[in-house]
């Protein structure tokens, strides 16, 4: 069952979101921001989003009781995770607008359909092979090695994958994720990673942030660049085209990540998409006239979507954990008084109990008026850090 939502007018309703991290403490603070009051579903008392929530259902995402509460309280939910379970966003959609659909969520949940969706939305993706058995990892096309080896649920951030250069490798990397079902895909030659950020509307209304050139390190985004430094008019164009087309082949209903690799030779390629805000959309908080959570509760609550302006040339730095750390070890405070002090700098924290390398703890937004003034900034801000200052 779908129900096409209702006009949700600010202060007159709230909005709810599975999970509580910090994806959902920005959809939170955007909400509360138009004036709508928010509830937070998340097992973790000391969740980002349920901290700064109205109401936080401290609970499984798959206890009926607890579900049954938020959709009572609530005239729209929406996740911000990918890999929330099915089946809560089938209870929650029998009597609420969930934005988006369990469908689209569940397409985004399994890579090998992922990938189905994209070809049959006419968007080209990397060559690659499903492996679910022995019999697959027989009959693998030698094409497709070297290649990376995902898991095809469950892996994000550079997690679940692993690349293999031979049969052997490739035999020993499935063995080494337990056999689960994977998806075998072919190393191509990269120039660039590129991503797209699109909001849609149940009446099939789209608008879409410009083009985002990111610097991934060890599978985790370090650097995002808008306007895209290395990427044409006409590249940004099919980029644009190509994220509307699989979101509307979706009949997708929220906030959508597409990310893109661009080949040595100039392909557009795509890799994955995210069914929520994204750590590449950062910038917008700062940087457009709109943020990309605005858009997430504009979508859900059936509000006007509005194209986003950017307003301001922009980097954004992604900041782990590690940074809480002297390369001895022991616990510090990142020079936050420094790196403000420097002009058009934008510090997000995410309100983390703790630490740890590899971790999301925030992001820093620089702005300028200029696109070289916004890189020498953000290189500076990144020395300052101890982040890499060459991209």
């Known amino acids: 069952m779908s129900f096409l939502p209702a006009v949700l007018l600010p202060g007159a309703a709230s909005l709810g979101v599975m999970g509580g991290g910090q994806l959902g403490r920005m959809f939170v603070h955007a909400a509360q921001a138009l004036g709508y009051r928010t509830v937070v579903l998340d097992p973790d008392a000391d969740s980002p989003a349920g901290l700064v929530a109205h109401q936080h259902i ?11 509460e938020l959709a009572a309280q609530c005239g729209a939910i929406t996740t911000e995770f990918e890999n929330v379970p099915a089946q809560a966003l089938a209870q929650l959609a029998q009597s609420r607008v969930v934005a988006p659909a369990g469908a689209a969520v569940a397409i985004c949940q399994d890579r090998a359909d992922e990938k189905a ?6 968007v080209a993706c990397a060559p690659y092979a499903e492996i679910a058995s022995a019999a697959d990892l027989a009959s693998v096309d030698e094409a497709l090695l070297p290649g990376i080896l995902k898991t095809a649920r469950m892996g994000y951030d550079g997690k679940g994958q692993m690349r293999v250069r031979t049969r052997a490798e490739l035999a020993a990397a499935w063995d080494e994720l337990n056999k689960v079902r994977c998806v075998l895909e072919q190393m191509l030659p990269l120039a660039l990673e590129l991503s797209v950020i699109s909001a849609r509307n149940a009446q099939g209304e789209i608008v879409q942030f410009p083009v985002q050139q990111n610097l991934h390190i060890d599978g985790i985004l370090a650097v995002t660049q808008v306007p895209a430094p290395a990427v044409s008019a006409e590249l940004a164009a099919e980029a644009l085209a190509s994220a509307a087309r699989i979101a509307a082949s979706m ?22 998409m995210a069914p929520r805000p994204h750590n590449s959309g950062h910038y917008t908080m700062n940087a457009c006239d709109v943020s990309q959570f605005e858009l997430q509760v504009r979508a859900m609550a059936g509000l006007p979507l509005r194209q986003p302006r950017l307003h301001s040339p922009t980097v954004m730095l992604n900041l782990l954990g590690d940074l ?7 616990e510090r405070t990142p020079v936050w008084d420094q790196v ?3 002009p058009g700098t934008h510090l997000h924290l995410y309100g983390k ?4 390398p590899g971790r999301k703890m925030g992001h820093l937004n620089i702005t300028a008026a200029t696109v070289a003034d916004a890189e020498a900034t953000a290189r500076a801000a990144a020395a300052l850090l101890g982040l890499p200052t060459q991209w």
């Open 251 to 272: 009949n997708y209903v929220g906030v959508l990540c597409v990310e893109f690799f661009v080949l040595q030779d100039g392909r557009l390629i795509v890799n994955e």
């Open 340 to 342: 403000l002090a420097l």
């Open 58 to 68: 401290r609970a499984d995402y798959l206890d009926s009781a607890a579900l049954s």
């Open 353 to 356: 109990a703790s630490a740890r």
């Open 117 to 122: 969706h994209f070809k049959a939305s006419g």
């Open 324 to 330: 809480w750390f002297d390369a001895q070890g022991n």
